[in-house]
């Protein structure tokens, strides 16, 4: 039961530093925009 318990947590704890590192990818990349968009408006 223990183990099922530590199974499903690790599948859970997989599956949301999964999804973090896809919207840490995608904040990056709007960042990145933005910055090219002050860069490009600044000069």
Do not use: P, Q
Not at 11 to 24: E, F, I, Q, V
């Amino acid at each position: 039961m223990v183990g099922s318990v530590g199974f499903a947590l690790d599948k859970r704890t997989k599956n949301a530093l999964m999804l973090s590192r896809s919207t840490a990818r995608l904040e990056n990349r709007v960042f990145a925009y933005l910055a090219v968009d002050l860069l490009n408006s600044d000069g």
